[in-house]
């Protein structure tokens, strides 16, 4: 489970300062997941003492405790401590690892590739820079997927229907690239980049090679 994201769009609701009354659904909409994903983090949560919920005839209320806060808050520290100072980049290391082929398939998709040039001004390579990151980049890549970007949104075609996407700007050896956050992704600690070239044969990358990712404000 990831607290930092669910705790987030709770404070966005504005369940820090008072009980908000927010479903599951709403809440597996705001996260793009399942309602009985949804329903099951704020079960964990609230076992863990990390939000109160009450149960009533319009539906649900949830409110953040001080525990709850308290996450909040540290995470804050940190980010201020990143973006706090010029220039304001946050670092993402990890591993660089072989995709299921999932990133060349969806750049192929016209309705994102021309998204990607009217709004970020490049066609993109059909195929993504998969990155493995270690456990803090993990965390703080949480907090980037709530960070502003540029969005990319969902379409649909005959097949099948294709979900929104945030795009973060980046650099990964000196090299400018974009980190794409779908909306539903499960890769929880995996990051994909693209650029308007193949960055593995720019860098001369290969799987297992240490990285360095520059996430750009």
């Not at 997941?33 to 109160?52: D, F, M, N, P, Y």
């Not at 998204?115 to 907090?143: A, C, H, I, N, W």
Request: contains cysteine.
């Amino acid at each position: 489970m990831r607290d930092l994201p669910v705790l987030l769009e709770l404070a966005h609701a504005r369940a820090h300062v008072a009980q908000c009354r927010l479903s599951s659904r709403e809440l597996a909409n705001r996260l793009g997941t399942s309602q009985q994903t949804a329903a099951r983090w704020l079960v964990e949560l609230e076992k863990r003492g990390l939000i109160t919920r009450v149960s009533g005839p319009k539906g649900q209320s949830v409110r953040l405790t001080k525990a709850g806060l308290s996450i909040l808050r540290s995470s804050y520290q940190k980010l201020s401590s990143i973006f706090g100072a010029s220039p304001r980049a946050a670092r993402l290391v990890g591993t660089v690892v072989s995709g299921l082929g999932e990133g060349s398939y969806y750049m192929r998709q016209d309705g994102y590739r021309e998204q990607f040039m009217r709004r970020l001004g490049f066609e993109p390579y059909p195929g993504t820079l998969d990155v493995k990151l270690d456990g803090e980049s993990v965390e703080l890549k949480s907090v980037i997927e709530h960070m502003q970007g540029v969005l990319i949104e969902g379409f649909k075609t005959d097949e099948r229907a294709f979900g929104p996407v945030k795009c973060v700007p980046a650099k990964i050896r000196g090299v400018r690239a974009t980190i794409v956050l779908p909306a539903r992704s499960t890769h929880i600690d995996t990051i994909e980049l693209v650029a308007p070239r193949n960055l593995r044969k720019a860098l001369k990358l290969k799987d297992g090679d240490r990285v360095e990712v520059e996430v750009l404000t």
